[in-house]
Protein backbone atom coordinates (compact mmCIF):
# COMPACT_ATOMS: atom_id res chain seq x y z
CA UNK A 1 0.00 0.00 0.00
CA UNK A 2 1.67 3.20 -0.62
CA UNK A 3 0.10 5.54 1.27
CA UNK A 4 1.26 3.17 4.77
CA UNK A 5 2.53 5.52 6.66
CA UNK A 6 4.90 2.62 8.27
CA UNK A 7 7.29 2.45 5.47
CA UNK A 8 7.84 6.05 5.82
CA UNK A 9 9.29 5.72 9.45
CA UNK A 10 10.91 2.99 9.07
CA UNK A 11 8.57 0.29 10.52
CA UNK A 12 7.83 -3.08 9.20
CA UNK A 13 4.22 -3.60 7.73
CA UNK A 14 3.21 -6.18 10.16
CA UNK A 15 0.22 -8.00 9.31
CA UNK A 16 -1.86 -9.54 12.60
CA UNK A 17 -3.10 -12.18 12.97
CA UNK A 18 -3.28 -12.67 16.64
CA UNK A 19 -5.95 -10.98 17.58
CA UNK A 20 -5.98 -7.36 19.58
CA UNK A 21 -2.95 -6.75 21.24
CA UNK A 22 -1.47 -3.67 22.32
CA UNK A 23 2.19 -4.79 21.58
CA UNK A 24 1.25 -4.50 17.35
CA UNK A 25 -1.35 -1.46 18.33
CA UNK A 26 -4.60 -2.60 19.34
CA UNK A 27 -6.99 -2.96 16.62
CA UNK A 28 -7.89 -0.71 13.81
CA UNK A 29 -9.78 2.01 14.86
CA UNK A 30 -13.18 2.40 12.94
CA UNK A 31 -13.32 5.52 11.05
CA UNK A 32 -16.26 7.38 12.63
CA UNK A 33 -13.50 6.95 15.79
CA UNK A 34 -10.87 8.59 13.78
CA UNK A 35 -13.05 11.65 12.39
CA UNK A 36 -14.35 12.51 15.80
CA UNK A 37 -10.84 12.59 17.33
CA UNK A 38 -9.75 15.04 14.49
CA UNK A 39 -12.78 17.17 14.92
CA UNK A 40 -11.92 17.66 18.66
CA UNK A 41 -8.40 17.91 19.12
CA UNK A 42 -8.20 21.63 17.44
CA UNK A 43 -10.81 22.96 20.77
CA UNK A 44 -10.91 23.07 23.75
CA UNK A 45 -12.99 21.35 26.14
CA UNK A 46 -14.69 21.15 30.14
CA UNK A 47 -13.31 18.06 30.36
CA UNK A 48 -15.55 16.92 32.79
CA UNK A 49 -18.64 17.93 31.10
CA UNK A 50 -16.96 15.49 28.01
CA UNK A 51 -17.22 13.07 30.50
CA UNK A 52 -20.43 13.43 31.29
CA UNK A 53 -21.78 13.42 27.94
CA UNK A 54 -19.45 9.29 27.79
CA UNK A 55 -21.21 8.82 30.93
CA UNK A 56 -24.25 9.25 28.78
CA UNK A 57 -23.26 7.55 26.37
CA UNK A 58 -21.49 4.33 27.53
CA UNK A 59 -24.47 4.13 30.05
CA UNK A 60 -26.93 3.90 27.03
CA UNK A 61 -24.95 0.64 25.57
CA UNK A 62 -23.62 -0.84 28.90
CA UNK A 63 -26.74 -0.33 30.80
CA UNK A 64 -25.05 1.11 33.80
CA UNK A 65 -25.74 3.81 35.58
CA UNK A 66 -22.18 5.55 34.85
CA UNK A 67 -19.29 5.41 33.14
CA UNK A 68 -16.10 7.58 32.35
CA UNK A 69 -13.36 6.84 29.80
CA UNK A 70 -9.50 6.32 31.50
CA UNK A 71 -6.31 5.49 29.69
CA UNK A 72 -7.34 1.49 29.44
CA UNK A 73 -8.75 -0.93 31.02
CA UNK A 74 -5.75 -1.36 33.56
CA UNK A 75 -6.13 1.35 34.37
CA UNK A 76 -9.60 1.44 35.15
CA UNK A 77 -8.52 -1.32 37.47
CA UNK A 78 -6.48 0.79 39.54
CA UNK A 79 -9.36 3.48 39.82
CA UNK A 80 -12.19 1.31 40.36
CA UNK A 81 -9.94 -0.63 43.19
CA UNK A 82 -8.57 3.07 44.65
CA UNK A 83 -12.77 3.99 44.73
CA UNK A 84 -13.53 1.17 46.69
CA UNK A 85 -10.74 2.19 48.91
CA UNK A 86 -11.10 5.99 49.50
CA UNK A 87 -14.95 6.48 48.50
CA UNK A 88 -15.26 9.84 48.06
CA UNK A 89 -12.42 11.30 50.80
CA UNK A 90 -10.71 13.62 48.88
CA UNK A 91 -7.39 13.58 50.75
CA UNK A 92 -7.75 9.63 51.20
CA UNK A 93 -7.43 10.04 46.98
CA UNK A 94 -4.64 12.52 47.54
CA UNK A 95 -2.68 9.93 50.21
CA UNK A 96 -2.85 6.55 47.61
CA UNK A 97 -1.34 4.39 47.50
CA UNK A 98 -1.00 5.12 51.58
CA UNK A 99 -4.30 3.76 53.16
CA UNK A 100 -5.17 4.43 56.47
CA UNK A 101 -6.83 3.29 57.98
CA UNK A 102 -6.39 -0.23 56.25
CA UNK A 103 -9.40 -1.23 54.65
CA UNK A 104 -7.86 -2.22 51.28
CA UNK A 105 -7.80 -6.11 50.86
CA UNK A 106 -9.18 -6.73 47.31
CA UNK A 107 -10.21 -10.58 46.22
CA UNK A 108 -9.12 -12.24 43.46
CA UNK A 109 -9.33 -15.69 42.38
CA UNK A 110 -5.79 -17.02 41.89
CA UNK A 111 -6.75 -18.78 38.90
CA UNK A 112 -7.15 -15.37 36.89
CA UNK A 113 -4.30 -13.99 38.36
CA UNK A 114 -2.72 -13.66 35.06
CA UNK A 115 -0.48 -10.84 32.71
CA UNK A 116 -2.20 -9.10 30.22
CA UNK A 117 1.01 -7.98 29.55
CA UNK A 118 1.44 -7.03 32.74
CA UNK A 119 0.01 -8.77 36.13
CA UNK A 120 -3.65 -8.15 37.01
CA UNK A 121 -2.59 -8.13 40.47
CA UNK A 122 -0.02 -5.35 39.99
CA UNK A 123 -2.70 -2.91 38.76
CA UNK A 124 -4.98 -3.60 41.96
CA UNK A 125 -1.79 -2.81 44.27
CA UNK A 126 -0.88 -0.02 42.40
CA UNK A 127 -4.66 1.67 44.29
CA UNK A 128 -2.30 1.07 47.98
CA UNK A 129 -4.45 -2.53 48.00
CA UNK A 130 -3.46 -5.92 49.63
CA UNK A 131 -4.39 -8.14 46.58
CA UNK A 132 -5.49 -11.39 48.56
CA UNK A 133 -5.76 -14.50 46.48
CA UNK A 134 -7.92 -17.36 47.04
CA UNK A 135 -8.45 -20.93 46.22
CA UNK A 136 -5.62 -22.43 44.34
CA UNK A 137 -4.09 -22.30 40.41
CA UNK A 138 -7.27 -24.81 39.57
CA UNK A 139 -10.03 -24.65 41.88
CA UNK A 140 -11.72 -22.10 44.08
CA UNK A 141 -14.41 -22.52 46.09
CA UNK A 142 -17.27 -20.80 48.35
CA UNK A 143 -15.36 -21.73 51.27
CA UNK A 144 -12.41 -19.73 50.29
CA UNK A 145 -13.93 -16.45 49.34
CA UNK A 146 -16.18 -16.71 52.05
CA UNK A 147 -13.77 -16.91 54.85
CA UNK A 148 -11.44 -14.47 53.09
CA UNK A 149 -14.25 -11.39 53.28
CA UNK A 150 -12.96 -9.21 55.99
CA UNK A 151 -14.08 -5.95 57.53
CA UNK A 152 -10.88 -4.82 55.87
CA UNK A 153 -12.42 -6.58 52.25
CA UNK A 154 -13.04 -3.19 49.98
CA UNK A 155 -13.73 -5.25 46.83
CA UNK A 156 -13.46 -8.22 44.92
CA UNK A 157 -11.84 -8.07 41.21
CA UNK A 158 -13.27 -10.93 38.57
CA UNK A 159 -11.32 -11.47 35.93
CA UNK A 160 -12.90 -12.49 32.30
CA UNK A 161 -10.02 -13.98 30.00
CA UNK A 162 -8.72 -16.40 27.63
CA UNK A 163 -5.66 -16.41 29.33
CA UNK A 164 -7.51 -17.50 33.14
CA UNK A 165 -8.53 -20.70 34.26
CA UNK A 166 -11.78 -22.50 32.94
CA UNK A 167 -12.64 -24.57 35.13
CA UNK A 168 -12.73 -25.32 39.01
CA UNK A 169 -13.16 -21.79 40.04
CA UNK A 170 -16.06 -19.25 40.93
CA UNK A 171 -18.20 -18.43 38.40
CA UNK A 172 -19.28 -14.61 37.99
CA UNK A 173 -22.48 -15.78 39.44
CA UNK A 174 -21.23 -16.70 42.78
CA UNK A 175 -18.97 -14.73 43.28
CA UNK A 176 -21.30 -12.05 42.97
CA UNK A 177 -23.57 -13.82 45.49
CA UNK A 178 -21.53 -13.94 48.22
CA UNK A 179 -19.79 -10.83 47.41
CA UNK A 180 -22.79 -8.82 47.94
CA UNK A 181 -24.16 -11.00 51.14
CA UNK A 182 -21.33 -9.44 52.93
CA UNK A 183 -21.70 -5.75 51.05
CA UNK A 184 -18.56 -6.10 48.82
CA UNK A 185 -18.41 -4.80 45.40
CA UNK A 186 -18.00 -6.95 42.67
CA UNK A 187 -15.32 -5.39 39.57
CA UNK A 188 -15.27 -7.06 36.41
CA UNK A 189 -12.21 -6.85 34.07
CA UNK A 190 -13.78 -7.42 30.74
CA UNK A 191 -11.39 -5.58 28.38
CA UNK A 192 -12.00 -7.77 25.65
CA UNK A 193 -15.41 -8.82 25.98
CA UNK A 194 -18.11 -8.06 23.09
CA UNK A 195 -20.76 -8.23 25.18
CA UNK A 196 -21.31 -5.05 26.78
CA UNK A 197 -23.84 -5.78 29.05
CA UNK A 198 -24.17 -8.99 30.95
CA UNK A 199 -21.41 -8.79 33.19
CA UNK A 200 -23.46 -5.61 34.68
CA UNK A 201 -27.01 -7.52 34.32
CA UNK A 202 -25.10 -10.42 35.94
CA UNK A 203 -25.02 -8.36 39.04
CA UNK A 204 -21.13 -6.63 38.67
CA UNK A 205 -21.13 -3.10 40.33
CA UNK A 206 -18.10 -2.47 38.21
CA UNK A 207 -17.43 -3.80 34.58
CA UNK A 208 -14.27 -2.56 33.02
CA UNK A 209 -13.59 -3.08 28.91
CA UNK A 210 -10.79 -1.63 26.77
CA UNK A 211 -11.63 0.72 24.00
CA UNK A 212 -9.03 0.06 21.55
CA UNK A 213 -9.91 -4.06 21.20
CA UNK A 214 -13.27 -4.60 19.46
CA UNK A 215 -14.70 -1.52 19.91
CA UNK A 216 -12.03 0.00 17.64
CA UNK A 217 -11.47 3.31 19.74
CA UNK A 218 -8.38 4.95 20.44
CA UNK A 219 -6.34 3.58 23.20
CA UNK A 220 -8.04 3.73 26.39
CA UNK A 221 -10.64 2.12 29.06
CA UNK A 222 -14.11 2.45 30.07
CA UNK A 223 -15.23 2.22 33.33
CA UNK A 224 -19.33 1.26 33.92
CA UNK A 225 -21.33 0.95 36.69
CA UNK A 226 -23.07 2.22 39.89
CA UNK A 227 -23.10 5.90 39.75
CA UNK A 228 -21.38 6.10 43.47
CA UNK A 229 -18.97 3.80 42.65
CA UNK A 230 -17.71 4.94 39.17
CA UNK A 231 -17.67 8.28 40.50
CA UNK A 232 -15.60 7.08 43.28
CA UNK A 233 -13.23 5.74 40.71
CA UNK A 234 -13.35 9.18 38.51
CA UNK A 235 -12.31 10.99 41.77
CA UNK A 236 -8.81 9.36 41.27
CA UNK A 237 -8.30 11.61 38.44
CA UNK A 238 -7.44 14.15 41.06
CA UNK A 239 -4.91 11.64 42.57
CA UNK A 240 -3.21 7.90 41.39
CA UNK A 241 -5.50 8.98 37.74
CA UNK A 242 -3.55 11.56 36.98
CA UNK A 243 -0.87 9.35 35.47
CA UNK A 244 -3.43 7.32 33.65
CA UNK A 245 -5.42 10.35 32.45
CA UNK A 246 -7.01 10.73 28.87
CA UNK A 247 -7.32 13.73 26.65
CA UNK A 248 -10.49 15.03 24.93
CA UNK A 249 -9.52 13.12 21.84
CA UNK A 250 -10.09 9.90 23.51
CA UNK A 251 -12.87 10.76 25.50
CA UNK A 252 -14.71 11.90 22.39
CA UNK A 253 -13.30 9.01 20.29
CA UNK A 254 -14.50 6.36 22.09
CA UNK A 255 -17.80 7.99 22.58
CA UNK A 256 -17.88 7.36 18.40
CA UNK A 257 -16.71 4.04 18.87
CA UNK A 258 -19.68 3.15 20.81
CA UNK A 259 -21.97 4.68 18.81
CA UNK A 260 -20.31 2.93 15.98
CA UNK A 261 -20.45 -0.19 17.52
CA UNK A 262 -24.24 0.11 18.36
CA UNK A 263 -24.43 0.61 14.47
CA UNK A 264 -21.78 -1.74 13.37
CA UNK A 265 -23.21 -5.07 10.70
CA UNK A 266 -21.75 -7.85 13.29
CA UNK A 267 -23.44 -10.51 11.28
CA UNK A 268 -21.57 -9.00 8.14
CA UNK A 269 -18.18 -8.55 9.50
CA UNK A 270 -18.71 -12.09 11.16
CA UNK A 271 -19.52 -13.28 7.30
CA UNK A 272 -16.52 -12.08 6.29
CA UNK A 273 -14.12 -13.35 8.96
CA UNK A 274 -15.31 -16.85 8.42
CA UNK A 275 -14.91 -16.82 4.84
CA UNK A 276 -10.97 -15.61 5.59
CA UNK A 277 -10.97 -18.65 8.33
CA UNK A 278 -12.67 -20.91 5.62
CA UNK A 279 -9.83 -19.78 3.13
CA UNK A 280 -7.26 -20.40 5.33
CA UNK A 281 -8.66 -23.78 6.27
CA UNK A 282 -8.95 -24.93 2.79
CA UNK A 283 -4.93 -24.20 2.33
CA UNK A 284 -4.00 -25.75 5.20
CA UNK A 285 -6.42 -29.45 4.76
CA UNK A 286 -4.24 -31.01 2.38
CA UNK A 287 -1.41 -30.59 3.60
CA UNK A 288 0.55 -33.92 5.40
CA UNK A 289 1.01 -32.86 9.28
CA UNK A 290 -1.43 -30.14 9.94
CA UNK A 291 -4.90 -29.95 11.26
CA UNK A 292 -6.35 -27.10 11.31
CA UNK A 293 -10.00 -26.40 13.45
CA UNK A 294 -12.26 -24.09 13.60
CA UNK A 295 -12.64 -23.12 17.11
CA UNK A 296 -15.32 -20.68 19.47
CA UNK A 297 -13.28 -17.88 21.10
CA UNK A 298 -13.43 -19.78 24.66
CA UNK A 299 -15.02 -16.52 26.60
CA UNK A 300 -18.09 -16.36 24.06
CA UNK A 301 -17.09 -13.37 22.30
CA UNK A 302 -18.93 -14.03 19.13
CA UNK A 303 -16.28 -15.15 16.75
CA UNK A 304 -13.81 -18.37 16.04
CA UNK A 305 -10.55 -18.76 15.39
CA UNK A 306 -8.32 -21.92 13.41
CA UNK A 307 -5.89 -23.48 15.26
CA UNK A 308 -3.30 -24.60 13.54
CA UNK A 309 -1.41 -27.88 14.53
CA UNK A 310 1.77 -29.01 13.36
CA UNK A 311 3.05 -32.64 13.53
CA UNK A 312 6.91 -31.72 12.84
CA UNK A 313 7.86 -35.09 11.82
CA UNK A 314 5.30 -34.52 8.84
CA UNK A 315 5.68 -30.72 8.57
CA UNK A 316 9.36 -30.55 9.10
CA UNK A 317 8.79 -27.59 11.53
CA UNK A 318 7.93 -27.25 14.59
CA UNK A 319 4.74 -24.76 15.44
CA UNK A 320 7.13 -22.21 17.11
CA UNK A 321 9.77 -22.19 14.46
CA UNK A 322 6.84 -21.71 11.79
CA UNK A 323 5.50 -18.85 13.52
CA UNK A 324 8.82 -17.06 13.77
CA UNK A 325 9.54 -17.72 10.88
CA UNK A 326 6.18 -15.82 9.46
CA UNK A 327 7.32 -13.19 11.90
CA UNK A 328 10.57 -12.23 9.99
CA UNK A 329 9.33 -12.75 6.69
CA UNK A 330 7.94 -9.95 4.25
CA UNK A 331 6.17 -8.77 4.79
CA UNK A 332 5.96 -9.75 8.48
CA UNK A 333 2.92 -12.30 10.02
CA UNK A 334 2.21 -12.02 13.74
CA UNK A 335 -0.32 -15.29 14.57
CA UNK A 336 -1.54 -15.99 17.98
CA UNK A 337 1.09 -18.38 19.60
CA UNK A 338 0.29 -17.93 23.12
CA UNK A 339 0.21 -21.86 23.42
CA UNK A 340 2.84 -22.79 20.63
CA UNK A 341 4.96 -24.90 22.84
CA UNK A 342 1.84 -27.24 22.19
CA UNK A 343 2.80 -27.41 18.37
CA UNK A 344 -0.09 -25.09 17.51
CA UNK A 345 -0.98 -21.05 17.27
CA UNK A 346 -4.19 -19.56 16.66
CA UNK A 347 -4.99 -17.55 13.37
CA UNK A 348 -7.79 -14.90 13.92
CA UNK A 349 -8.88 -12.94 11.59
CA UNK A 350 -10.51 -10.03 13.43
CA UNK A 351 -7.83 -7.33 12.68
CA UNK A 352 -7.04 -7.88 8.57
CA UNK A 353 -7.56 -5.36 6.14
CA UNK A 354 -9.53 -6.55 2.66
CA UNK A 355 -6.68 -8.96 0.58
CA UNK A 356 -4.47 -9.51 3.52
CA UNK A 357 -5.96 -12.78 4.06
CA UNK A 358 -4.76 -13.83 0.72
CA UNK A 359 -1.43 -12.14 1.94
CA UNK A 360 -1.70 -15.28 5.42
CA UNK A 361 -2.81 -17.93 2.77
CA UNK A 362 0.08 -17.39 0.92
CA UNK A 363 2.99 -16.82 3.00
CA UNK A 364 1.68 -20.08 5.24
CA UNK A 365 2.25 -22.31 1.92
CA UNK A 366 5.36 -20.77 1.19
CA UNK A 367 6.65 -21.89 4.32
CA UNK A 368 4.94 -25.13 4.77
CA UNK A 369 6.21 -25.93 1.68
CA UNK A 370 10.05 -24.90 2.35
CA UNK A 371 10.06 -26.79 5.55
CA UNK A 372 8.55 -29.81 3.83
CA UNK A 373 11.40 -29.53 1.32
CA UNK A 374 13.90 -29.74 4.23
CA UNK A 375 15.87 -32.54 4.87
CA UNK A 376 16.10 -32.11 8.81
CA UNK A 377 13.53 -31.12 10.86
CA UNK A 378 13.25 -27.38 11.42
CA UNK A 379 13.08 -28.23 15.42
CA UNK A 380 15.25 -24.63 17.77
CA UNK A 381 14.33 -25.19 21.25
CA UNK A 382 11.29 -23.81 22.78
CA UNK A 383 13.06 -22.56 25.75
CA UNK A 384 15.18 -20.43 23.49
CA UNK A 385 11.95 -18.22 22.19
CA UNK A 386 11.13 -16.83 25.58
CA UNK A 387 14.60 -16.22 26.29
CA UNK A 388 15.20 -14.02 22.84
CA UNK A 389 12.27 -11.68 23.51
CA UNK A 390 13.32 -10.44 26.86
CA UNK A 391 16.98 -10.31 25.50
CA UNK A 392 15.57 -7.87 22.58
CA UNK A 393 13.32 -5.82 24.67
CA UNK A 394 16.43 -5.90 27.38
CA UNK A 395 18.33 -4.02 24.66
CA UNK A 396 15.32 -1.33 23.79
CA UNK A 397 15.58 1.14 22.65
CA UNK A 398 19.10 -0.42 20.49
C1 LIG B 1 -6.20 -6.55 27.34
C2 LIG B 1 -6.60 -6.89 28.71
C3 LIG B 1 -6.35 -6.02 29.76
C4 LIG B 1 -5.59 -4.76 29.57
O1 LIG B 1 -6.35 -3.87 28.85
P1 LIG B 1 -5.70 -2.47 28.46
O2 LIG B 1 -6.90 -1.68 28.06
O3 LIG B 1 -4.80 -2.74 27.31
O4 LIG B 1 -5.02 -1.98 29.65
C5 LIG B 1 -6.80 -6.34 31.02
N1 LIG B 1 -7.46 -7.49 31.24
C6 LIG B 1 -7.72 -8.37 30.25
C7 LIG B 1 -8.49 -9.60 30.58
C8 LIG B 1 -7.30 -8.10 28.95
O5 LIG B 1 -7.56 -8.96 27.97
Not at 83 to 107: F, R, W
Request: aromatic content about 6%.
Amino acid sequence: MSDDIRASIGLRPVINVSGTMTSLGASIVVPEAIAAMSSILPQFVEINDLQRKASAVIARLTGAEAGFVTASCSAGISLAVAGAITGNDLLAIEKLPDVTPEKNEVLVQMGHVVSYGAPVDQAIRLAGAKAVLIGQATSTHRFHMENAITERTAAVVYVVSHHVVDYGLLNLKEFVEIAHAKGVPVIVDAASEYDLRVFLEQGADIALYSGHKFLGGPTSGIVAGKKDLVRNAFLQNMGIGRGMKVGKESIFGVMAALEAWEKRDHAGIRERETGYLNLWKQMLDDRPGVTALLEPDPTKNPLDRLRVILKPEETHITAWDLADALARGTPPIIVRDHEVEHQYFYLDACNLHPGQEKIVANRLAEELDKARASNEIIATPIENRGKRRFDAVLRWPD
